[in-house]
Structures are given as C-alpha cells and as structure tokens.
C-alpha cells in the first residue's frame, strides 16, 4: 500500500505521531486530523525533523461532520486510522457523556465519510480496557469483554459499531487493535507522550519524579496476587505498536470483514520492575511510598500474541530497557513536553 494516502485521525497525539513518522518513513501520504485538544500542532514540524516530510495537517474536530466531509471530499483517501478519542479513564467517569459523544461521533463521523467516499479499509485503536478483569492471563483476542468505565464503553461500542459497518458494506475490511499498555518515544527524543498536568499513568509519572517535578511514585498497592505483589502490566514500546499499524494496513490491503488483534509483548512486568529497570536507565534512584490500591485497577494484564504474528506478520522488538531509556532520553530533551 506504500504511496497510497492515509487519513490518520487523532495523529499529533502520543500514538499517532510515531504512527505518522512510521507512514512516512514506509511512503505513505499522510493526512492528519486532529482538533489539538490533546496534543500541540508543534508534532507535525517535528514529524518532519525526523522523516524529512510533513503530514497534510487539518485542524478540526471530527464530530464536526462538514469540516470532515470537505477533507474527504478533496483527497482521494485509501485508508483511515482512527487514533483520535478522549483517552482517560478516570475522567471519563466523572464526565460520561463527554466521552460518549465525543468518541462515539467521531467514529460514526469517520465511517459515514469513509461509506460516502468509497474508503474501504480502517485500523481502529481499541484497548486491552475492553477484557475488564480478565479470568485468565494470556489474554486471547476470543476471550469475554466487559468494561467498567465509559471509556471502556466507548471502545466496546466503537468496535461493534465498526464491525456491523464491515457486515453492512462487502468491501469494507477493518482492524480492531487492542493495545496493552504503550510507553517509551521515538529514539530522536523529538516526539513523545506530552500528558497535561499530573499524569495518571505509570510512565509518565515516573519521568516527572526522575525530573524532579513530583517528588515521588505512589505505587497502588503491593498486595495483589502477582510475584512482588504490584500490578502487572504488559509495556509495549510505542515504536513496535506504531510498526504494528504499518502492518494492519498492509493486512487489509488483501482482506474484508472485520478482525481483531492484541498488540503487547506477551510479557508482564510489575510497577516495581519498572520502577528498577527506569532507575537503571537513568542512573537515580526513584523514590517511591507505597499507597493503597487505586479503584478500578485489576492485577494482572497481558496479552497473547500469536494472533498477531500469525495475521499481521508482527512482534514487538524492543524490551523494557528501551523503553525506559527512549522515555527518558523524551523527558530530558523536553523537560516541558512541546512548550518551550
Ligand atoms: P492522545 O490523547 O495523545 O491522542 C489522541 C488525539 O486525538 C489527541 O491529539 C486529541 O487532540 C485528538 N482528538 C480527540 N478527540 C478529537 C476529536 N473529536 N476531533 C479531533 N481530534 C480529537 O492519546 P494516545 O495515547 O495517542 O491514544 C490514541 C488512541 O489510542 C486513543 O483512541 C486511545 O483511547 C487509544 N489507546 C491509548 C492507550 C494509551 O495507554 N495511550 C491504550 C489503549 C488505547
Ligand atoms: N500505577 C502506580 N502509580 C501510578 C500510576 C500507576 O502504581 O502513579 C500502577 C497501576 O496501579 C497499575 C500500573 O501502574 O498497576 C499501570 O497503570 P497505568 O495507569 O499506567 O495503566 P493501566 O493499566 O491502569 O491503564 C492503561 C491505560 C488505559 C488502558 C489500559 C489497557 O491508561 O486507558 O492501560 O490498555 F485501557
């Protein structure tokens, strides 16, 4: 599919940039939507610092149905990748029906264009969120699905609303990549997760303590039911998921109907072993208290891969040390993220 145009909605977030850099660097077109509400229009110039070329970059909000139509209506698009959607899982919870509307319009939105255009093929960013608490690890792609937060929802939603898409209209081949747990940035140092305020996840909050900015990691309980008794996640290095992208294109080139594939290493690692493995790449210590559990938070969470080999023809490469390293090369560079 190389030098075919890709629409990549949400793409100067964290994912959709390095997905951006991966398109380019591979020869696709690349046209960006993305409203900024999340992310800073200053990622398009450093998009182009690392791969010699820009995105075609549009700011609108993808539930406004005209702005997107008139995109559509001036590209000959091959296919979509719709990253763009409210992220955060407690927030999301206090204000449900924001992220309903909002990440529900913008599919919707992104489908009626795709049917009325004749764009056949889309990879969507769903979530390893949509197994809830799983009954048992590898997480297989068959296993059951249910959320416990309106972000959850949205994604549970998405898919199906995605996966009748593909029933009603023969030609249409969608990919539902389930992500696990994305970290790192790109090896340049130029582009990165750039979260607003105190970070929610583990990484980003680690960063700001090996910063300096907060004064330590609040680690959310050690008496889980794992080797040291904190949560197990499965890291993936942001890199490997956006090859993973590169790969789902090239798997709907040839395919029609609707699939779903885990991105993740297969590999679980527990808040304490990241905690070490970033103190190693950084050469400090990272203080840490251990604090009670945080609500809603599951034990143990990693995926099955051989899906994803065997469809996609992809595996993730890089391990836990380049992910440590790459995010700490990111939050020294950028010691204010975008913002100067
Ligand atoms: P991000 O917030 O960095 O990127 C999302 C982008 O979408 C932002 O740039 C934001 O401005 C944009 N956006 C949101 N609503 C929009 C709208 N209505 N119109 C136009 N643009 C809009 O998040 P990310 O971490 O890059 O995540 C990308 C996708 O992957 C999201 O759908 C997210 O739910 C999903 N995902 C992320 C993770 C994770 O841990 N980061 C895990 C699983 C799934
Ligand atoms: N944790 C801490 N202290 C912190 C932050 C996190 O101990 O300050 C722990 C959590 O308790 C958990 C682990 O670190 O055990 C990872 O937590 P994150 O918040 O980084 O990630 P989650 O697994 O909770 O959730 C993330 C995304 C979700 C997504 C899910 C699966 O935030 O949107 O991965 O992809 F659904």
């Known amino acids: 599919m190389s030098g075919k145009t890709v ?3 949400g793409g100067a977030g964290y994912i959709g940039s390095h997905t951006c850099v991966e398109l380019l660097n591979a020869g696709y077109e690349v046209i960006c939507v993305d409203d900024l509400r999340n992310s800073k229009e200053q990622v398009m110039e450093r998009i182009e610092r690392i791969t010699g070329k820009q995105p075609i970059f549009f700011r609108i909000d993808l539930c406004n149905y005209d702005a997107l139509d008139r995109v559509f209506h001036s590209y000959k698009i ?7 959607g409210l992220k955060a899982v407690g927030e999301s919870v206090e204000k449900p029906l924001e992220y309903y509307s909002n990440n529900l319009n913008a599919t919707i939105n992104l489908l ?10 889309i990879v969507f960013s769903s979530s390893a969120t949509v197994y809830g608490n799983p009954k048992t690890v ?3 792609e068959d296993a059951d699905r249910w959320c416990t937060n309106p972000y959850g929802w949205t994604k549970y939603m998405s898919e199906q609303i995605i996966s009748d898409w593909c029933v009603a209209n023969k030609d249409a081949s969608a ?11 790109h090896k340049s140092g130029l582009i990165g997760e750039d979260p607003n305020g105190i970070p929610n996840n583990l990484l980003p909050y680690i960063c700001q303590v090996s910063a300096g900015k907060l004064e330590y990691l609040r680690v959310y309980g050690d008496d889980y039911d794992t080797p040291d008794g904190t949560g197990v996640r499965d890291y993936i290095h942001v890199v490997d998921l956006a090859r993973g992208h590169i790969n ?20 679980g ?16 210590e990272i203080p840490y208290k251990i604090v009670g559990r945080r609500a809603g938070d599951i034990a143990t ?7 994803a080999r065997e469809l996609l023809n992809w595996q993730a490469e890089l391990n836990l040390h380049d992910m440590c390293a790459s995010a700490y090369n990111w939050q020294c560079k950028n010691p204010n993220g975008y913002e100067q």
């Open 248 to 267: 789902a294109l090239k798997y709907l080139d040839g395919a029609s109907g609707c699939e779903c594939v885990n991105l993740g290493t297969g590999v």
């Open 138 to 140: 590898p997480i297989t």
């Open 78 to 84: 091959d296919a979509v990748i719709h990253f763009a």
């Open 269 to 284: 690692y527990s808040v304490l072993e990241v905690v070490k493995a970033y103190s190693e790449a950084c050469g400090k």
């Open 7 to 9: 629409l990549v909605s």
């Open 112 to 121: 009626r264009c795709m049917e009325l255009y004749g764009v056949n093929k």
């Open 175 to 185: 990919m539902l990549l389930r992500y696990f747990n994305p970290i790192g940035a």
């Open 301 to 307: 969470c990693y995926a099955a891969t051989d899906k």
